[in-house]
């Protein structure tokens, strides 16, 4: 007869080996969105305003740039993006939106399975939503900030119904694309713990490299390889859609997207196949 705990334990890791990742996602799909209330409400736990919070925060940060880049620095000017121009705020705003989600959303899935130490080590529980809880909980604020930007576009002159019909499809994209490594990285954070310092210096890395606050064309010119690393930049392939939807008011560019759906499949692939092998042992780790 095994002690109670270990017999516990090997129960535990026998329902994560027998559940594959989507099936228990789409079964425990109303857990998922308890935890996802349950996050937002952890974060302001507290507060006079509580959940509001995460209303008030995006549309402050997304009122700041616009009025420090319009209005405080008006030799800023208008800057370039293919063969239009757009004022600064229009120009970063998308951007920047869609990067702050991407950030979150990532450093959060770092820590999602280990904060949850408690619940994997002596429940029976479905492991595989948790890297699914920091996306979406964080999706709150991108939807936020994209909303009071939309009402913002329209003062300006920049609305179009291509926005309103692409931008739901770039977010979804958006959402698959952090998928992956959302699983990679809580994945490698139960066994090193430095893994989320490593993922916050890439992620301060990536933003700088990626024209997110400058043009790419001031890079561009500089030198051939740049254009190269935008080129087989995701992120930069995705602000780059965002961004001629709003400015240039086309469809995105089909190829942009077969390449954007072709690093979704490749990057879920290693993120699922590395948690898949790694969860049985997660209940030892934690």
């Known amino acids: 007869m095994l002690p109670s705990n270990v017999a516990e334990r090997h129960n535990i890791r026998g329902f994560m080996q027998r559940a594959p990742i989507e099936q228990e996602v789409v079964i425990h799909s109303r857990l998922l969105a ?156 139960v066994f090193l713990r430095d893994t989320a310092q490593v993922v916050l210096a890439a992620l301060q890395i990536l933003f700088w490299a990626t024209p997110i606050v400058y043009p790419s064309e001031v890079l561009t010119k500089v030198s051939p390889v740049f254009e190269w690393w935008f080129r087989i930049n995701p992120v930069a392939r995705l602000v780059d859609a965002y961004r001629q939807v709003i400015i240039i008011r086309t469809a995105p560019d089909p190829e942009a997207l077969i390449y954007l759906v072709i690093v979704v499949i490749l990057l879920y692939h290693a993120g699922r196949s590395a948690f898949e092998r790694a969860r049985t042992r997660f209940v030892d780790e934690v």
């Not at 405080?72 to 208008?78: E, F, T």
């Not at 990067?99 to 002596?122: D, P, Q, T, Y």
Request: proline letters at 5%; glycine letters at 6%.
């Open 34 to 189: 308890l935890f996802v209330r349950r996050e937002l409400k952890a974060r302001y736990a507290g507060s006079l305003l509580g959940i509001f919070w995460s209303v008030i925060h995006p549309i402050i940060m997304l009122s700041l740039y616009i009025i420090v880049f319009s209005a405080l620095v008006p030799r800023s000017g208008r800057l370039p993006f293919r063969s239009a121009t757009a004022e600064y705020a229009v120009f970063l705003c998308p951007a920047l939106i869609a990067w702050n989600w991407f950030h979150e959303a990532l450093m959060g899935a770092c820590h999602s399975v280990v904060a949850h130490a408690a619940l994997i080590r002596k429940t029976v529980f479905p492991v595989a939503i948790l890297p699914c809880v920091s996306i979406a909980a964080s999706a709150l604020g991108f939807v936020v900030g994209m909303m009071a930007f939309l009402v913002f576009l329209i003062l300006v002159g920049y609305g179009n119904w291509l926005v309103l019909l692409w931008l739901p499809i770039l977010a979804v994209l958006q959402a698959l694309l952090m998928l992956g490594p959302a699983f990679l990285f809580a994945t490698l954070h």
